[in-house]
């Protein structure tokens, strides 16, 4: 798995969000993932709360998956926990703000703009993580890669959370591994 891609993808959305910097003008759509429960972005009962390796930042916090490993550190602002069979990874990163005030509609929207993906990941409707508005993207990002990513500025740090899981991760297991962690998801 390319992680390289985060750091890159996360410095150009500080700098996007901290030229922008208003606030969202519209109310944020009716949250469509959940906010600390156990209940999945689908609306059924989640198939357990993910119990592995913590993954910590600063100003957030989540739990991987029993039995997935933590990763390799690409970059000081993120931190990450790998799939058994390397097939996926979820993490956790903050990194700068600089002032931005941009909201979770608006900072999805600078998000999809400047991805450095091959194809872009979809936009979807603003979600819920403990409490908090957050973007919500999702979708095939190359040939080889599904990307799941949520992401809000919290104390002028824009903080994400991403789920990457090459094609061969059944799809399936994929929402699963999402609602298992996003109930773990806490701000600190």
Same mark, same amino acid.
């Given at each position: 798995?390319?992680? *390289?891609?985060?750091?890159?993808? #996360?410095?150009?959305?500080?700098? #996007?969000?901290?030229?922008?910097? +208003?606030?969202?003008?519209?109310?944020?759509?009716?949250?469509?993932?959940?906010?600390?429960? +156990?209940?999945?972005?689908?609306?059924?009962? +989640?198939?357990?709360?993910?119990?592995?390796?913590? #993954?910590?930042r600063p100003h957030s916090t989540v739990t991987a998956p029993s039995g997935w490993t933590r990763g390799r550190a690409i970059s000081s602002d993120a931190t990450a926990a790998d799939s058994p069979d390397r097939?996926?990874? *979820?993490?956790?990163a903050e990194i700068e703000?600089?002032?931005?005030?941009?909201?979770?509609?608006?900072?999805?929207?600078?998000?999809?703009?400047?991805?450095?993906d091959a194809r872009p990941p979809r936009l979807l409707p603003v979600a819920e993580l403990d409490g908090?508005?957050?973007y919500h993207v999702a979708g095939l990002v190359n040939d080889e890669q599904y990307l799941e990513e949520y992401g809000a500025i919290r104390d002028d740090r824009i903080v994400t959370l991403t789920f990457s899981f090459n094609t061969r991760f059944p799809a399936g297991r994929r929402q699963q591994v999402v609602e298992q962690?996003?109930?773990?998801?806490r701000w600190r």
């Open positions: 798995m390319r992680r *390289v891609v985060v750091p890159v993808v #996360l410095g150009t959305l500080a700098l #996007l969000a901290g030229c922008g910097g +208003s606030a969202d003008p519209a109310p944020a759509p009716a949250p469509s993932s959940p906010s600390g429960s +156990s209940v999945s972005p689908s609306g059924s009962p +989640s198939a357990g709360v993910a119990s592995g390796v913590d #993954l910590v097939l996926a990874y *979820v993490e956790l703000a600089f002032g931005s005030t941009m909201g979770a509609a608006e900072l999805g929207r600078t998000r999809i703009s400047s991805s450095i908090v508005p957050v962690v996003l109930p773990t998801f």
